[in-house]
């Protein structure tokens, strides 16, 4: 069912009412009135900026119920708990229910409780599925991460080709979010999930701006990963790795190192993921060393770094995986190491792979992308907009913004590498051609006499460790490109030939072989002065969350605790002006965070009052109640007391009458005939000052 878009004073007023924020993000507001209205959608959204809240407010505008299709069970239900904690009726159906909480969902959905409902992608095999969202009235759709629907990217769920079946059955609007998603990868969005009908489509920008960015050559990488997690004590940070090993070893160096850690691999029984995602979300710094099973289920969102042991498999899983980082809008770390091994094994993973040719080479294309980003030799944000199509100026938080590259002309050292390739037939790796390039004639060099050749020893003015770095920049820059055919022997590759020829330059980083200079000082998140009160504030939010059964930051996250400790509210009112505090928190928690922030007890103003808490309304509420109270006795101060109730007054604040009569209809003729008169001259003032 297709309804007119409503006003924005109704989507605002929601916004603050239940989730507590003042104002929509950028670009928030014009896709949440397109899928209030019943358009198609495609969003594309940087992580961090607010997607969910695009379907989830929606969902409260429209009429009906909203399915919302998401991959992993431990995102859905992080989700269902702020949202109840919300006050809005919202509900997952998952392989991890239990039968009492099935048969609760299923009697709201019966009644038409349920505003929002969440599924996995693997419910829709059941045909059954179908039957019963439209038995439930459900009038929208809702994809989260809908790039999954790509069949070669590295999210791929096969159930989610069956997202486009759904909404033809049900014959309802689609919205569909993602925040990684190329050109190519959005086609593919469209033709699969809105039957190659063009959604009303929204690019939001990729850029975070609160996460910096580093990369660092491997040098010894649990050392590095040790020091970076040193600097960053205390705070909780993911550890992406390769292997399920290195997942396992990290995380024990860790823990030796006095780091809260755990591994988490897609080899751990469930119950043992589930232990470590649960831990994750309630313990503060704890340290997760993982492989990317540790994915689109972690919605925490106060992670302060992420760090690469190995280079991602591509531009876009390393933006999705740092962008697990600071989603709260906090500042945020990350650094990822990286060596030729890396890359020897990403592209024997891409060579090696079922894909067809056209697709490896788009792989190979997107490998490039982020080699490049690892070797760039300038501001590597711009960089990594400029990959998904935007333009930027240099960012200012990167590691090469902060000490730029040194960089020299490496022709004629390609060049001189090219040459022993060629000259021994392409048919050997790195360490082999430095044995040739460097003169150092070891056995299997003599053997073959490759001692011989004119390229022996030409190179003897780099050292080893330099001539590694060129060749892991060459196949950084797709110049030379392992062979898995060959037992990774270097091959040339075409965008050399030029070099070879004399026709172009290439400039390296010289910079690169140094040692990993020092990290910057970490970022405070507040001040000296209000630190005391946010660990405070934090310790009395562990508290109500392991009452609760939830995670911490379902009760408040750190951006609105970081306000409160910043701002320190002395009343309810002041309370409500919080980011992130909406109606039910207010009336929930509010009162036991200004014992906190205060140190004394706080008065309860009655609910009439309490709802009007943060609005413009309570200070209007406030006002008649001082005019009551003077003019209680009347004029000349000896008449019979007469009072209204709190409800009265709220109502008052609603309707604000502008005359006798109304305000008669609202409190009755005897208490009119005392305060109407003021009460009028109140509404006319506040009128004038608004």
């Not at 788009?362 to 907009?385: F, K, P, Q, V, Y």
């Not at 409190?667 to 109140?682: K, P």
Request: neutral net charge.
């Amino acid at each position: 069912m297709t309804l007119a878009a409503p006003a924005p004073s109704r989507a605002e007023a929601l916004l603050a009412q239940v989730f507590g924020f003042s104002r929509f993000r950028p670009g928030q507001a014009e896709i949440v009135e397109a899928v209030a209205a019943g358009r198609d959608v495609l969003a594309i959204m940087p992580t961090g900026g607010g997607k969910s809240l695009c379907y989830q407010l929606p969902a409260l505008l429209r009429e009906g119920l909203t399915v919302v299709i998401s991959p992993l069970i431990a995102l859905m239900r992080d989700q269902v708990r702020a949202l109840q904690e919300a006050g809005v009726a919202a509900g997952a159906l998952t392989s991890g229910n239990t039968p009492e909480e099935n048969d609760a969902i299923f009697a709201a959905l019966d009644e038409g409780r349920l505003k929002l409902l969440y599924i996995a992608p693997e419910r829709l095999a059941s045909g059954a599925t179908v039957g019963l969202l439209r038995r439930s009235g459900c009038s929208l759709i809702a994809v989260d991460e809908a790039h999954c629907v790509s069949q070669w990217g590295h999210d791929f769920r096969p159930d989610y080709l069956r997202i486009g079946d759904l909404r033809r059955a049900l014959d309802v609007p689609l919205a569909a979010f993602t925040a990684t998603a190329d050109a190519a990868t959005r086609q593919e969005i469209t033709d699969r999930l809105f039957a190659g009908q063009s959604p009303e489509t929204f690019l939001r920008g990729f850029d975070r701006p609160n996460i910096r960015l580093a990369f660092a050559v491997k040098d010894s990488p649990r050392k590095q990963i040790l020091a970076f997690a040193a600097a960053r004590r205390g705070q909780s940070g993911i550890v992406y790795c390769a292997t399920r090993a290195r997942t396992e070893s990290l995380a024990k160096a860790l823990d030796e190192a006095g780091h809260p850690a755990r591994a988490y691999h897609g080899g751990m029984e469930d119950w043992e993921r589930r232990t470590v995602e649960d831990l994750f979300k309630t313990e503060d710094g704890l340290i997760v060393c993982a492989t990317v099973a540790f994915g689109m289920g972690v919605d925490k969102p106060d992670v302060r770094w992420v760090a690469h042991a190995d280079l991602p498999k591509s531009i876009e899983a390393y933006y999705q995986e740092i962008g697990r980082a600071g989603r709260d809008g906090l500042p945020a770390d990350t650094m990822t190491l990286f060596g030729p091994d890396d890359i020897r094994l990403r592209r024997a993973q891409i060579d090696e792979s079922n894909a067809p040719p056209e697709r490896r080479d788009a792989d190979h294309a997107r490998l490039n992308a982020l080699l490049g980003l690892a070797e760039a030799t300038s501001c590597r944000r711009r960089m990594l907009l400029a990959y998904f199509g935007e333009i930027s100026e240099p960012c200012g938080n990167c590691d090469l913004c902060e000490v730029p590259a040194k960089v020299f002309n490496a022709t004629e050292p390609v060049r001189k590498a090219l040459s022993a390739m060629l000259r021994t037939g392409e048919s050997f790796g790195t360490g082999h051609l430095i044995d040739i390039l460097t003169g150092n004639a070891t056995d299997k060099v003599r053997a073959r006499g490759h001692d011989q050749l004119p390229t022996f020893a030409v190179g003897r003015d780099l050292p080893r460790a330099g001539w590694q770095a060129v060749f892991r920049q060459m196949m950084g820059r797709d110049l030379v490109r392992p062979d898995p055919e060959r037992m990774g022997a270097l091959r040339m590759t075409e965008a050399a030939r030029p070099v070879l020829r004399g026709e172009s330059e290439v400039h390296l980083r010289a910079d690169s072989v140094e040692k990993a200079r020092a990290r910057p000082e970490v970022r405070a998140l507040v001040s000296d002065e209000d630190a005391p009160l946010l660990s405070a504030l934090k310790a009395k939010r562990r508290a109500l969350a392991e009452a609760a059964g939830v995670p911490p930051y379902v009760i408040f996250n750190d951006r609105s605790l970081i306000e409160m400790a910043e701002r320190r509210p002395q009343s309810l009112d002041d309370f409500a002006r919080i980011s992130g505090v909406g109606a039910t928190k207010l009336e929930r928690y509010g009162r036991l965070f200004l014992e906190v922030i205060t140190g004394a007890g706080v008065n309860a103003p009655h609910p009439a009052r309490r709802k009007l808490a943060g609005h413009q309304g309570a200070s209007l509420y406030d006002r008649l109640a001082e005019v009551e109270q003077a003019l209680s006795r009347g004029t000349c101060g000896t008449l019979k007391p007469i009072s209204l109730s709190p409800a009265q007054r709220a109502r008052l604040v609603a309707q604000r009458p502008g005359d006798e009569a109304g305000i008669a209809r609202l409190i009755g003729d005897r208490a009119a005939e005392r305060f109407a008169t003021a009460f009028l001259e109140v509404f006319d003032e506040g009128r004038a000052a608004g």
